[in-house]
């Protein structure tokens, strides 16, 4: 008798008739042993073990790449000296890969690096801070020096997956 299952690939595959003798997983690999009726007319009565590899079958692929959201202040708020900028970085399926982040000062014209994915850059170390959440990272961010009163401030993240989905997300204050 064989059994048959429904793959996430949308394929039915059989298992064999025999009795199964091993289920294995070793790196991402499944495994399966078991023994199978010989061949007709192969004269000998004697069950042949026979065995099954397949890489990851129930791993979902992952097509939906990492999100941003910013959460204060407000988009073109009157941003003060002192004020962080909150934002979250997450992932559907929790596999973040690299998430760098950077500040736009547009009076300057300065791009400043504030997060290079492993800590914060000089200008940010003090008071910035970055926290581990559900499926992701929540950030707030400070300037040392404060921000320069009167300019408007970009926050650039670049977030990529184990998947290789990435988000470039700008946002303004």
């Known amino acids: 008798m064989s059994c048959s299952w429904y793959p996430f690939n949308v394929e039915y595959q059989d298992v064999p008739s025999g009795r199964i003798t091993g289920i294995g997983q070793q790196d991402g690999i499944f495994s399966l042993t078991?023994?199978?009726?010989?061949?007709?007319?192969?004269?000998?009565?004697?069950?042949?073990?026979?065995?099954?590899?397949?890489t990851d079958?129930?791993?979902?692929?992952?097509?939906?790449?990492?999100i941003v959201e910013y959460l204060s202040p407000e988009a073109m708020a009157t941003l003060l000296s002192e004020d962080p900028i909150v934002f979250t970085?997450?992932?559907?399926?929790?596999?973040?890969?690299?998430?760098?982040?950077?500040?736009?000062?547009?009076?300057?014209?300065?791009?400043?690096?504030?997060?290079?994915?492993?800590?914060?850059?000089?200008?940010?170390?003090?008071?910035?801070?970055?926290?581990?959440?559900?499926?992701?990272?929540?950030?707030?961010?400070?300037?040392?020096?404060?921000?320069?009163?009167?300019?408007r401030v970009s926050m650039r993240v670049w977030a990529v997956d184990t998947g290789g989905n990435t988000e470039i997300a700008p946002g303004s204050v």
């Open 34 to 54: 078991y023994l199978e009726p010989p061949p007709p007319n192969s004269g000998t009565g004697e069950l042949v073990p026979e065995a099954i590899e397949w």
């Open 57 to 66: 079958l129930f791993t979902i692929p992952d097509a939906e790449g990492p």
């Open 89 to 151: 970085v997450t992932d559907p399926t929790g596999n973040l890969n690299q998430i760098v982040v950077a500040a736009i000062l547009h009076t300057t014209g300065v791009h400043e690096i504030v997060h290079d994915g492993v800590s914060f850059a000089q200008n940010y170390s003090s008071l910035s801070f970055r926290v581990e959440i559900a499926q992701g990272f929540e950030y707030t961010v400070r300037r040392n020096a404060g921000w320069p009163l009167g300019t």
